[in-house]
């Protein structure tokens, strides 16, 4: 019989017999913006880009919050930001590519020497470039996932190894806007526009639009783009799930090789000649769009959307702090707190998950 | 440091072992080009005339370069290795005109006659010589011949500056000033741009010297003023971006171009009234002067003047157009290309 003794139930009694729950609904008003941001973490960048907008609008009146201008900035920042969706699709893996200018660089090089050196057909040219894009992203891929070395060194060496190529093979030669037109306009193709009203829209830059809709939409609702994000999260887990770590990164990279070929393409539009000394600083410029953009250095977090909004700001300050007239030093001192900012901004969301 | 150390070590021991063999022929003169690349057109012109020139004069010549621009390291490596060798003397284009002086006078110290091409040392007495172009001649003839062309309309002309960058080093502002100064316009401060009043200046942008710096300078300054009519440019990469920017807003064909360096793809845009004119310097004379100039050192000691009323030797410069304007004299772009580099 239970006697007094064996009564070990009745300590229970009047101890919280709630289920396990989540608090929910009781935040403070700063968790709640803290929680937001780290739903949508292209928010912070949008916020910042619409202010700086609305201020150099104030500041300027209908000289910067014109067409022109508006659009204007859209053709400053798309080479930057198309190499900064190369740089996007690498930092979300928790790596880092120093040789995206380089890679971009060396392939308009090959698309305007292919065609003018050997006189291929600038199409097939052209198809050459983007060849040897991808496959300098190869190489990236095969060194960060099957060597193993840091992304950091790998791209480090890289950089300097493709720069060299690029120039050597170029003799550092200029191939003029003016012979392009005429023997093969298919290389300037992204300099053709479209004009609405006073707004001038470039190929390049609709291209850059469509290929940073296209990568928000694959990096969010495919396998593939649900696994870049895994494995920059954590690549052991990822393993672990069953995703093939490092197929996935060498296709990362070689993607990204691609993107900054195509830059390469758009380049030519841009500046109208094939110059092997353009895009001297495309690495850095497309890390500062993507950390401006809130996107994680430490990987598995972040929106395209985020790079996206990034360039702009940078491009919005540019053209914005010219007009005014200031020294252009203030551009770079500005875009310095920006980016100490973000990155102070990301950690400060990061705690949300703590 | 380690690094130059081990390099010159290494390269001291290779050359010793090599001198040997020289020895056979021990009155040779022999000779040290050192630029800031070897892939620079400007640098494989200046090169391709020190080559010849040694060729003609019986000098062993030895040529060096940095791995990029602003590689001081390689060269410091390269003119100690020169004094290991035994070199007459050391034709120079640093690319760290102060740092690389120490190394310089070491060389000096060792009885080398040094002479620095195209960039002046700092201070410009750090070398023996100097051989280069007149940046601010070059400048103030473009300056003249925009203004010339102008006409009465100089007077109110809208410009647009596109420099070279931030830090102001000294080419980009003696070209500036100087075709502020050909054009007729109160430069302030000639050791630096942007303190100019002159209403007729729309502003001044940065190009790095390159398509894409050029371009983005010209569209910025564009959207201060559209009406931009005359634009000086650092050099001819930076006018061929600008040419883009104009372009696409329509306005290529009547705005004034002006330009500095006399390459070939820039003489081709001369020709093609892409340009309307440029200033042509001349890489290649610089390197073969230097190379008599040590010849002469190696024989009996003379070291060279410099051109009267300068403190360094002008290698010339001469302004190419195919539309010549009264009271500036120019050679045409056949002339042009006949002498271009690149």
Known sequence: ?354 | MKTTLITSTLAGLALSAMSTAAMADAHATSACLITKTDTNPFFVKMKEGATAKAEELGITLKSYAGKIDGDSESQVAAIETCIADGAKGILITASDTKGIVPAVQQARDAGILVIALDTPLEPIDSADATFATDNFLAGELIGKWAAATLGDEAANAKIAMLDLAVSQPSVGVLRDQGFLTGFGIDVKDVSKWGDEDDARIVGNDVTAGNEEGGRTAMENLLTKDPEINVVYTINEPAAAGAYEALKAVGREGDVLIVSVDGGCPGVANVKDGVIGATSQQYPLLMASKGIEAIAAFAKDGTKPAPTEGKDFFDTGVALVTDKPADGVESIDTVKGKELCWG
């Open chain 1, 1 to 354: 019989m239970a006697g007094k003794d064996d009564d070990y139930d009745s300590v229970l009694k009047g101890s919280d017999n709630r289920v396990a729950s989540f608090t929910t609904g009781r935040r403070s008003p700063v968790e709640t913006v803290q929680h937001v941001l780290h739903s949508y973490p292209a928010l912070v960048p949008l916020i910042v880009l619409v202010a700086s907008l609305v201020v150099f609008g104030l500041l300027l009146g209908s000289k910067f919050f014109s067409p022109f201008a508006l659009t204007l900035i859209l053709q400053q920042v798309a080479i930057v930001g198309i190499v900064g969706a190369a740089q996007t699709l690498i930092i979300l893996t928790a790596g880092i590519d120093l040789s995206v200018g380089a890679i971009m660089v060396l392939s308009s090089v090959v698309m305007g020497q292919f065609t003018f050196r050997y006189g291929l057909p600038p199409e097939l040219a052209v198809i050459c470039g983007l060849a040897v894009g991808a496959f300098c992203g190869f190489i990236n891929g095969v060194l960060v996932a099957i060597v193993r070395l840091p992304p950091f060194i790998v791209t480090l060496g890289m950089w300097q190894i493709i720069l060299a190529t690029n120039f050597l093979y170029s003799s550092n030669e200029t191939i003029r806007s003016q012979d392009i037109a005429a023997a093969a306009p298919i290389l300037q193709f992204f300099g053709e526009k479209i004009r609405i009203g006073g707004a001038v829209f470039t190929y390049g830059v609709i291209g850059f639009v469509v290929l940073v809709a296209v990568l928000a939409y694959v990096l969010a609702n495919t396998a593939w783009g649900r696994h870049v994000y895994a494995i920059g999260d954590d690549p052991e887990a990822a393993e672990l799930s069953g995703i093939r770590v490092k197929r996935t990164l060498i296709s990362v990279y070689v993607t990204a090789g691609l993107i900054c070929a195509f830059a390469g393409w758009a380049l030519i539009g841009r500046i109208g000649s094939v110059s092997p000394t353009a895009g001297q600083f495309a690495n850095i410029e497309s890390i500062t769009a993507v950390v401006i953009g809130g996107i994680s250095l430490f990987g598995g977090r972040g929106s395209i959307l985020g790079m996206l909004f990034g360039a702009l700001i940078v491009g919005v300050f540019s053209l914005g702090l010219r007009l005014i007239g200031t020294d252009p030093q203030w551009t770079y001192l500005l875009i310095g707190l920006l980016i100490i900012s973000a990155v102070a901004v990301d950690q400060w969301i990061r705690k949300v998950s703590a």
